[in-house]
C-alpha cells in the first residue's frame, strides 16, 4: 500500500460528459502529480501541484483541469470527453522537497469512455 | 519529443540470470534517475533511484549504473525470479529546473522471467 488513494478505481461514462477523479495524497506529503497511460504508451505527465498551487504542467488539454484543495487531496476534472480519453489515471504524491523526488503512485482510475 | 527512451519493449529471460534493462535520456538537465516497477491492474512502485552524482546504486538483487556522458542507466537483476516479471518503467526528473520537480517517464519494458 503507497498511501496514496484513487477514487473511483473504475469510471464508465459516454462521450461528451464530465468526470472528476479523486486522490489523497500520502499523510505528509505537498505535492501531487496527475499522469495518464493510454494504450501502448508511458506514463504521460499531466499536472503537478504543490501545497494548493500549480508547479509544473505537461500534456495536459484544455478540456482537462485539476485543483488542489487546502487538505492537500487533488481531483482532476476531464470534461467533453472523448473515446480517445479512455486510459488509465495515476495520481502520485511526493514530499515536494527537490532532494527527493520519490513520487508514490495511486492504484489509479480506469476511465472507459463509450 | 520523448526525453526519455525504453527502446526495448520486451525482455525475456531465464530464472537465475541476469536481467538488464535500458534507459537513454537526451535532457542533461536531469539529475536525478528512478525506476519504476508495475505489475497489472496496479500503480507503478518504486524500485531504486540514482542521484546523477553517482555511477552506481545498489539494493539487495537491483542496481542501476548510470553512465552520464552516454546519457544512459540500465537497471540490472540479479539473480532474476519469476516474481520479478512486470513491467519497468525509468523515470527523470529535474528539481531545480523552474521549481518543477515532475517525473518524465519513458514508454516502459515488460520483463518476463521465466522458470
Known amino acids: 500500500d503507497s498511501g496514496v488513494t484513487q477514487t473511483p478505481k473504475h469510471l464508465i461514462t459516454a462521450t461528451g460528459q464530465r468526470v472528476t477523479l479523486r486522490c489523497s495524497p500520502r499523510s505528509g506529503d505537498l505535492s501531487v502529480y496527475w499522469y495518464q497511460q493510454s494504450l501502448d504508451q508511458g506514463l504521460q505527465f499531466l499536472i503537478q501541484?504543490?501545497?494548493?498551487?500549480?508547479?509544473a504542467k505537461g500534456n495536459i488539454l484544455e478540456r482537462f483541469s485539476a485543483q488542489q484543495f487546502p487538505d492537500l487531496h487533488s481531483e482532476l476534472n476531464l470534461s467533453s470527453l472523448e473515446l480517445g480519453d479512455s486510459a488509465l489515471y495515476f495520481c502520485?504524491?511526493?514530499?515536494?522537497?527537490?532532494?527527493?523526488?520519490?513520487?508514490?503512485f495511486g492504484q489509479g482510475t480506469r476511465l472507459t469512455v463509450v | 519529443d520523448q526525453q526519455v527512451k525504453q527502446n526495448s519493449p520486451s525482455l525475456s529471460v531465464q530464472e537465475g540470470r541476469i536481467s538488464i534493462l535500458n534507459c537513454d535520456y537526451t535532457?542533461?538537465?536531469?539529475?536525478?534517475f528512478l525506476w519504476y516497477k508495475k505489475y497489472p491492474a496496479e500503480g507503478p512502485t518504486f524500485l531504486i533511484s540514482i542521484s546523477s552524482i553517482k555511477d552506481k546504486n545498489e539494493d539487495g538483487r537491483f542496481t542501476v549504473f548510470l553512465n552520464k556522458s552516454a546519457k544512459h542507466l540500465s537497471l540490472h537483476i540479479v539473480p532474476s525470479q519469476p516474481g520479478d516479471s512486470a513491467v519497468y518503467f525509468c523515470?527523470?526528473?529535474?528539481?531545480?529546473?523552474?521549481?518543477?520537480?515532475?517525473?518524465?517517464f519513458g514508454k516502459g519494458t515488460k520483463l518476463t522471467v521465466n522458470p
Open positions: 501541484y504543490y501545497n494548493g498551487e500549480e508547479r
Open positions: 523515470a527523470a526528473s529535474a528539481p531545480f529546473q523552474g521549481g518543477s520537480e515532475k517525473l518524465v
Open positions: 535532457n542533461s538537465m536531469f539529475d536525478y
Open positions: 502520485a504524491s511526493s514530499t515536494g522537497h527537490p532532494s527527493n523526488t520519490e513520487a508514490f
